[in-house]
């Protein structure tokens, strides 16, 4: 475990918060603006759904199956040299992707950008810990600052996106990570003060990552394929029974070797749980319906791309207002108010979009409730629910503790991604039309099975975030 040599000064703290949250803009960024950007890509290089289902899914495999493996080598090394070997990653990944000659290529340099994001997210998270660990309310205004930073680019992304594509062609929203990742790195080396070692080293678990890995692409793949293949095809099944037996022996393997990359014992906590199977409900819907809603808006209702990068911009843009409220209100409320009030907000928006937003007719006005309603609470709720696992573990598990719950995110991501990416393969107009109205009530019946969990997991039962 590496911690920060000398104290921050208040000034260094916003420094060192300005540098982490970089990194959040493009792991967010490459989210959204990649969505925008799919019905394009697939016109040029020839892809099918499927096919580009895997543009988004194979960075978030990339991401979570190496999340685990970057806390270990924050660990190993000190989270401010992960960090810059994230940036530099990321960089050279999206310069591949701007480069891609074919969809192949495309999702391998894509599933590299995971791997730098892998990099950046937790080793992050473990610099704002130890920066602001003095003082836990300011530590829960700099996660929902942290936040909003993410929540600014994933506004961004669409508009962003739709301009560029009108412009320059979608390998121009590739080239766009690569001064954002220069300026990330700068600032991370002159603002970022040296780290010390505090325990010995951790130890890399190879058959574990090797395991996490193949039950990950296992599943996201069968997921995938199962629609145009079926249940029956011989791959979809091969593909299930190697997740169920990598991850099978993955769990055994964690619970026998000396240094495992998933302590389980983090798993006793009913407050760690719970606030793992939160984020997993969260990204498996947000992740899903921006997706279809792409889809959705371009093919089925013929929205330009920046027509439709304006209409997500309410679907990404109010989480701002709610992250940054997200210091005070855990002070006073507690982190369990926000992550149930967050998701009951959440919820009702997808309730609105099924009902009222998704139609032949349906007119912006009827969609901005529902898009603006579901940030909101996302804006509340995952900053607490960040929030809470950092607060309730040792200052020396901060990076492994963050990297367990960003990998279930995202796992939770891609199988959103697959599953309603079955609804827009499926047909078009009405078919696609009814199958995105189940998928948001759906999503709200998720959310409130996530806050049933949140309940049940009692997270931040106190007034004081980490009680």
Known sequence: MYISSDPATPRASLAVLLATSFAFVIVQLDVTIVNVALPRVGAELGAPVSTLEWVIDAYTVGFAAFLLSAGVIGDKFGSKRAFMSGFSLFALASIACAAAPSAMALNIARAVQGVGAALLVPSSLAILNATYAHDKNLLAKAVGWWTAAGGISIAAGPVIGGMLLSLAGWRSIFWVNVPICVLGFALTYYVVPPMVRTARPRHFDIPGQLLSVLALIGFVAAVIEVHALGFSSPAVRGGFALALVAGTAFLIVEG????????????????????????????????????????????????????????????????????????????????????????????????????????????????????????????????????????????????????????????????????????????????????????????????????????????????????
């Open 256 to 467: 026998r070797v000396r240094a495992p990359m998933l302590p389980l014992t983090l798993f006793r906590s009913m407050r760690f749980s719970g606030a793992v199977m939160f984020g997993v409900l969260a990204n498996f819907t947000y992740y899903g319906v921006i997706f279809i809603l792409s889809f959705y808006l371009q093919i089925v209702r013929g929205f330009s791309v920046v027509e439709t990068g304006l209409i997500f911009l309410p679907l990404t843009g109010t989480a701002f207002f709610s992250n940054i409220a997200v210091g005070r209100l855990s002070a006073r409320f507690g982190l369990r108010a926000l992550m149930v009030g967050g998701g009951l907000v959440g919820c009702s928006g997808y309730t609105l979009l099924g009902l009222f937003g998704i139609s032949g007719h349906a007119t912006f006005l009827d969609m901005l409730p529902g898009l603006a309603l579901v940030p909101l609470g996302m804006g509340f709720a995952v900053p607490a629910m960040t929030t809470s696992i950092l607060s309730g573990v040792e200052r020396q598990q901060a990076g492994t503790a963050s990297a367990v719950l960003n990998t279930a995110r995202q796992v939770g991501g891609a199988t959103g991604v697959a599953i309603f990416g079955a609804v827009v393969a499926s047909g078009a107009g009405a078919s696609v039309m009814s199958g995105v109205r189940g998928a948001m009530l759906m999503s709200a019946a998720l959310l409130l099975v996530a806050v049933a969990i949140a309940l049940w997991s009692r997270a931040g039962t106190a007034t004081q975030p980490g009680q």
